[in-house]
């Protein structure tokens, strides 16, 4: 993922976006100076980092099965754990961000696209621990660890399903009334973005958000973003570079930000 074109577009993002203080929307100001900026450590973060800490020291040897973009960084078909955790985990402060969205946006079922070995899976369980968490893994030995993970955690809520984005998410789709809460960490190809993001749609409920991992990690995912906000159903949309928020909240001029995270 590092290379130059990506660094540019970081620095790009420094220059051209904006802290809370730059944003008049009541709606974005409060979720960029309460939920997005709050950097305080809290209690519930520290058992999941410890399971972290656990993953990162995993000696145990798994075969992966790729179903997705796959590492620009180790391509071999076996891997140790802990090299996986290093690469293909969300790093805390994004992982808790996404537990702070969840906690605010408290939908009754969040949905996961891509719980490699679940951190953030634990993360969303435990920010809506009245809700439920279904989160779509393709490889079974990572989902084998992910579950071990989650069941070590205590955690109940969270429905680890194994198999293909592609098959698995009309199932989903299909089986819930509205989407409250969508979180698409896995496949970075422009045209599986999009065909997510299609599937999603009809259902994203007014209140609904639709989070995207790795908007600028490659040309494809940089155009499925463009693509994403100017969808005519979007209404607002926040680019905080290394994810991008998506509402199509009604009675909202279309708004796009640029968010310094
Ligand atoms: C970046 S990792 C997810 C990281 C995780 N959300 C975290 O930070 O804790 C992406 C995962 O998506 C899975 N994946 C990619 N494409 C997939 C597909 N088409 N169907 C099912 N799983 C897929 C990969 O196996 C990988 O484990």
């Avoid at 790729?66 to 076996?78: E, V």
């Avoid at 259902?203 to 490659?218: E, H, P, T, V």
Wanted: proline share 3%; with cysteine; charged share 25%.
């Amino acid at each position: 993922m590092l290379n130059l074109q990506f660094a540019a577009d970081y620095i790009r993002h420094r220059f051209s976006s904006k802290t809370r203080h730059g944003v008049h929307s009541p709606f974005v100001y409060k979720l960029v100076d309460e939920i997005i900026y709050d950097f305080h450590a809290k209690e519930i973060y520290h058992s999941v980092e410890q399971a972290r800490e656990g993953l990162l020291k995993d000696e145990r040897v798994i075969t992966i099965t790729d179903l997705g973009a796959g590492s620009q960084l180790n391509t071999n078909r076996q891997k140790q754990v802990k090299t996986l955790a290093k690469n293909a985990l969300k790093p805390a402060r994004l992982a808790q961000l996404i537990y702070r969205l969840a906690h605010y946006f408290n939908p009754a079922t969040a949905i996961e696209l891509g719980t490699c070995l679940g951190i953030t899976t634990a993360y969303l369980a435990k920010a809506i621990p009245k809700g439920n968490v279904i989160s779509v893994e393709g490889c079974p030995q990572t989902a084998a660890v992910a579950a071990e993970n989650l069941e070590n955690l205590g955690i109940k809520n969270a429905d680890l399903r194994v198999g293909n984005f592609d098959t698995l998410l009309p199932e989903i789709i299909n089986s819930e009334e509205v989407l409250d809460f969508v979180f698409i960490d896995g496949n970075h190809r422009k045209e599986a973005t999009l065909d997510y993001f299609k599937a999603c749609l009809p259902k994203l409920s007014a209140n609904g958000i639709m989070i995207f991992d790795d908007i600028y990690w490659s040309r494809g995912m940089k155009e499925a973003w463009q693509e994403i906000k100017d969808h005519p159903r979007v209404t607002l949309s926040i680019d905080l570079f290394w994810i991008g928020l998506v509402f199509v909240r009604p009675g909202q001029v279309k708004e796009h930000f640029k968010i310094r995270f």
